[in-house]
């Protein structure tokens, strides 16, 4: 009988948020899978757990996976987790979690925090739909691209910036969505949790005063703002149209308008203006 992978959550820095759950589970494998087993072990001995471990990282995962896969087929039980989060969510694990799936071996998530949701539900920025990008591009080239690609998204992205680019991010984010709305989430569930929010103006100025930034960065950003001037009046007259005759009232249609196509109110209302003369 085959065994199982559990897919451990652990936390971003307070250990209240470990669950009895996740104890018991890693109490009970024969093996626990870390990204550092260094970081590990203190999680470990906190909880007082004694139980093997082994790295299994990005860079050994593709060589690790199909070993532990038959150990797993052989019925033992392991357990993978990250050094704070949930595993495989910009972090190590999808291929032996694909690989175990692929071998019909039970997968079981045990629920753990994820910077990005927290981030996002504490922000403020409009939460749905939205899209996780994970880690943003080192480089400026890259990261001009891969804000560019977001702001195409037309909904609110959450993706993870390094401490030492974050203003640089912002700069080359006020470039491309305009006034979107922000926030930037640092050092979450930890001693020195902080949240600014606001216009991506306003949050820029906020982390350009400060001679350093440090911890762990999610940040969570609306909708591109676009100008008027981008925008097609006959394409905000058929969508408004549309939302009428599907029986929305006058203002919450402009709201939606204006929140679909990253408008101010009284800018749809001028399109629509325009539309009919």
Do not use: W
Not at 46 to 66: K, M, Q, Y
Not at 110 to 131: D, E, K, M, R
Not at 198 to 212: C, Y
Not at 225 to 253: C, W, Y
């Amino acid at each position: 009988m085959a065994g199982k992978l559990f897919v451990v959550g652990t936390p971003l820095g307070n250990l209240s948020d470990f669950s009895p759950r996740a104890v018991e589970a890693l109490k009970s494998a024969d093996l626990i899978l870390c990204e550092d087993t260094r970081h590990t072990r203190k999680l470990l001995i906190h909880f007082g757990i004694d139980r093997p471990t082994e790295s299994h990282h990005e860079h050994n995962e593709d060589e690790t996976a199909p070993r532990l896969v038959e150990r797993l087929e052989r019925g033992e039980t392991l357990a993978l987790v990250s050094d704070a989060g949930m595993p495989v969510i910009s972090d190590p694990g999808y291929r032996i979690v694909r690989l175990a799936r692929e071998r019909g071996i039970a997968v079981e998530p045990i629920p753990g925090p994820v910077a990005a949701i927290l981030a996002l539900a504490a922000s403020g920025v409009p939460p749905l739909p939205f899209t996780f990008l994970g880690f943003s591009p080192h480089r400026k080239t890259e990261r001009t691209e891969f804000l560019r690609r977001a702001a195409e998204i037309g909904h609110t992205v959450v993706f993870y910036e390094s401490p030492e680019r974050v203003v640089a991010s912002l700069e080359d984010a006020s470039a491309i969505f305009g006034e979107a709305e922000v926030a930037v989430a640092r050092e979450l569930t930890k001693l020195h949790e902080e949240i600014v929010s606001g216009t991506l103006s306003k949050v820029l100025e906020t982390f350009r005063s400060r001679d350093s930034v440090k911890g762990e960065i999610t940040i969570v950003l609306g909708a591109a703002v676009k100008t008027a001037s981008e925008v097609d009046p006959h394409e905000i007259s058929r969508e408004f149209d549309r939302l009428r005759k599907s029986g929305m009232q006058r203002n919450d249609a402009v709201k939606t308008v204006a929140e679909k196509f990253g408008l101010r109110k009284n800018e749809v209302y001028k399109l629509l203006i325009s539309d009919a003369e």
